[in-house]
């Protein structure tokens, strides 16, 4: 639609468009939205800034994009959805993606379920290692999206682990299955200021250092660990 000569488009409910009706943003929340939306579709739109899809009954695929299909998206609301796929593919955003919203939709990986990085062999599943190469990410919200096991520090992956998101000044992962003792990676991030992650299997090791270490944080709850 970007190739659109009249910007009929620019008109549509949810639309915002530049100047030259480009897409700058697509915002359908709330919207009673179905089916499934592949990225690969989306990445037509290069303007595309931002994107709020949620509280629709979608599957939203992250899909592969190629080396033509540059995105620069700064901010997306995916909360509330029924279903993410594809979220390891990711990385693609890692030079843009700002702000990430995921709650309460289930992150659901295609790789082997056996893999040492896809949980605790249930239907809950590691977060991806491409998430980990988002490094301007400023804010991320991922509460009750069925993510299992640790948390990776840079000892543990080949990216930097948790240490990448250093611009991060918000991090909630409240209700899911995290587990093991509380990330030492975390204390990286100087420019956080709240940190939630309720509701997991998070052991109390770690938190002086969170406490001593963290001198921006206004919010920090790890409360109701569940053993």
Same mark, same amino acid.
């Given at each position: ?8 488009? /620019?008109?549509?409910?949810? +639309?915002? /468009?530049?100047?030259?009706? #480009?897409? *700058? ?15 690969? @579709?989306?990445?037509? &739109?290069?303007?595309? #800034? ?7 009954? %979608?599957?939203?695929?992250?899909? %592969? ?7 620069? +998206? ?6 509330? +959805?029924? #279903? +993410? ?9 890692? @030079?843009?993606?700002?702000? &990430? ?15 040492? *990085? ?76 709240? *940190?939630?992650? #309720? ?14 270490? &963290? ?13």
């Amino acid at each position: 639609i970007d190739n659109d000569t009249d910007n009929m488009h /620019c008109t549509w409910y949810g +639309i915002k /468009c530049d100047d030259k009706g #480009r897409v *700058l943003s697509l915002q359908l929340e709330s919207n009673n939205l179905e089916g499934r939306i592949e990225i690969t @579709k989306i990445a037509q &739109l290069k303007a595309l #800034r931002s994107i709020d899809l949620s509280h629709n009954n %979608i599957i939203f695929d992250f899909g %592969i994009i190629t080396s033509d299909d540059t995105m620069r +998206i700064e901010s997306m609301n995916l909360a509330f +959805i029924t #279903r +993410i796929d594809n979220l390891h593919s990711i990385s693609y955003l890692n @030079k843009t993606l700002g702000e &990430l919203h995921l709650d309460d939709s289930r992150v659901l990986q295609t790789w082997n379920a056996s893999s040492n *990085l896809s949980g605790n062999g249930s239907n809950n599943f590691a977060l991806p290692v491409g998430m980990y190469e988002l490094s301007n990410l400023r804010r991320l919200s991922m509460d009750r999206t069925h993510i299992a096991g640790k948390l990776l520090n840079h000892e543990i992956t080949t990216s930097e682990g948790i240490e990448s998101w250093k611009k991060l000044i918000y991090l909630s992962m409240v209700g899911n299955q995290i587990s093991g003792t509380i990330p030492s990676g975390l204390s990286k991030l100087k420019s956080l200021s709240i *940190l939630r992650l #309720r509701l997991n299997n998070l052991h109390g090791e770690g938190l002086e250092q969170l406490v001593t270490e &963290l001198t921006q944080i206004t919010v920090l709850d790890i409360s109701r660990q569940i053993s």
